[in-house]
């Protein structure tokens, strides 16, 4: 399932903001048995959008977090932040509600209750700010 997916790359954005020499399979070892070779391609390639496009990404969170420095953002609300915007932005087989409510699911699992409503409104102004530029 694309969850799944996605939930081995938010553990892998997670592990990469601590030590960025992670080893090469790291994110195949997350990718647990039972995942379908297009689950796996799709985690791989949303992790390479992300990687790819890592310094537009946290311009948009800073650019939205406007009353917290990047730096003061939790790293699990970071890495749900990146997976949303990522799909919002570079994956036209996903849609917007669905990459905002899967990122909000990863963010209730591993963060804080507080950190949903923060999540989700970064989130949400930049669903709407793409779809006016659309």
Request: hydrophobic content about 40%.
């Amino acid at each position: 399932m694309r969850s799944t997916a996605r939930e081995a790359v938010f553990k892998f954005l997670y592990a990469k903001q601590f030590n960025d020499e992670l080893p090469s399979d790291f994110l195949n070892n997350l990718l647990k048995e039972g995942v379908t070779d297009e689950d796996r391609a799709f985690a791989h390639a949303l992790a390479d959008k992300i990687g790819g496009h890592k310094e537009e990404i946290v311009s948009i969170i800073t650019d939205l977090a406007k009353d917290y420095s990047y730096n003061r953002i939790y790293p699990t609300d970071k890495c749900a932040l990146a997976i949303g915007i990522a799909e919002l932005t570079y994956s036209d087989d996903v849609p917007g509600s669905v990459a905002i409510d899967e990122a909000m699911k990863l963010c209730a699992k591993y963060s804080t209750q507080n950190s949903l409503s923060f999540v989700n409104g970064i989130l949400a102004e930049y669903y709407r700010s793409i779809g006016e530029n659309s």
